[in-house]
């Protein structure tokens, strides 16, 4: 595989300068619902309401999603294919190509505002049409957010745990060892999940060290991997006009969940969200 020199992947919650010629699309990940296979996409990204803007929760989505303060996420792989690469419901390459990798592990804070670089190994993605895209990452992220209502409390994510404090003292980095996706069908598997976005139908598995996708609550458990793959509203064409790409990490409204109950309805628990990476084709 042929790699590029000059290829600059960057990180960013700001908008990309927009260049004549420059194509986007955008990879989708959640990790808040499980699904079944054969069966209707019953998920899909609900934003929460303006903070401070409801005194209450009754009328929201649960989960409804926020943008968070943090979330650093550990990649590994990034790339393109020509067909679902978990249609099988285990990661399948053998039509994808990949555009970054770093062996090692790199770990960015997508929810920050400005660029930085994503340390690893650039390729030449080769010519062809790409309906698909995926990305290989670990599976502990770690938030920072907070969520206000109008004339009421601030909640905040704690640092012990996956619940909400109103303890500002507590506000803290939530780390998320996941090992369960949590969804709402009746008999949830903890291993995959599939869901409707404006980015197209997004999936995403448990797996070990080498892409095997976990079967059970102990594998589940023992998971180190998350992949995830989207189907892109727009295929990507690439081409020798293709000089080279950038990549933007979008979470607005959307990079982790709150949950709610009670009566009056208020937060009760955090829970992790998607976040789409927008690659910018230069030519």
């Known amino acids: 595989m042929k790699k590029i020199k000059n290829l600059n992947f960057i990180n960013s919650m700001k908008n990309i300068t927009i260049l004549k010629n420059i194509f986007k699309v955008s990879l989708g990940i959640s990790l808040f619902s499980p699904v079944f296979k054969n069966e209707p996409v019953q998920a899909f990204v609900t934003a929460c309401a303006d903070t401070k803007s409801v005194t209450n929760m009754s009328g929201e989505a649960n989960p409804c999603f926020i943008t968070p303060?943090?979330?650093?996420?550990?990649?590994?792989?990034?790339?393109?294919?020509?067909?679902?690469?978990?249609?099988?419901?285990?990661?399948?390459?053998?039509?994808?190509?990949?555009s970054w990798d770093n062996t090692s592990g790199f770990e960015t804070d997508i929810g920050?505002?400005?660029?930085?670089?994503?340390?690893?190994?650039?390729?030449?993605?080769?010519?062809?049409?790409?309906?698909?895209?995926?990305?290989?990452?670990?599976?502990?992220?770690?938030?920072?957010?907070q969520y206000k209502l109008s004339g009421g409390d601030t909640y905040y994510t704690n640092s012990t745990n996956g619940l909400v404090t109103t303890t500002e003292s507590?506000?803290?980095?939530?780390?998320?060892?996941?090992?369960?996706?949590?969804?709402?069908?009746?008999?949830?598997?903890?291993?995959?999940?599939?869901?409707?976005?404006?980015?197209?139908?997004?999936?995403?598995?448990?797996a070990n060290s080498s892409l095997v996708t976990a079967t059970d609550t102990t594998t589940c458990n023992n998971a180190t991997r998350v992949v995830g793959s989207v189907a892109l509203t727009s295929s990507v064409v690439m081409d020798d006009t293709v000089k080279g790409y950038k990549l933007n990490w979008q979470i607005t409204d959307m990079g982790i969940g709150l949950s709610n109950g009670g009566t009056p309805q208020i937060p009760y628990d955090w829970r992790g969200g998607p976040f789409t990476p927008i690659f910018t084709l230069i030519k």
């Not at 996420?73 to 978990?86: A, W």
């Not at 400005?114 to 938030?143: D, L, R």
């Not at 709402?184 to 598997?189: C, D, L, P, R, V």
Request: glycine content about 8%; proline content about 2%.
């Open 69 to 98: 303060e943090m979330l650093k996420v550990t990649f590994y792989e990034i790339g393109f294919c020509t067909s679902d690469p978990l249609a099988t419901g285990t990661f399948v390459s053998t039509t994808c190509s990949k």
């Open 170 to 206: 507590q506000y803290g980095e939530w780390t998320d060892d996941i090992s369960y996706m949590d969804g709402q069908e009746t008999t949830n598997k903890c291993y995959d999940f599939e869901a409707s976005t404006t980015g197209g139908t997004v999936k995403a598995v448990l």
């Open 112 to 145: 920050k505002k400005s660029f930085a670089s994503m340390a690893g190994t650039t390729y030449k993605v080769p010519n062809a049409t790409y309906g698909y895209a995926y990305a290989i990452m670990n599976n502990t992220w770690t938030y920072k957010a």
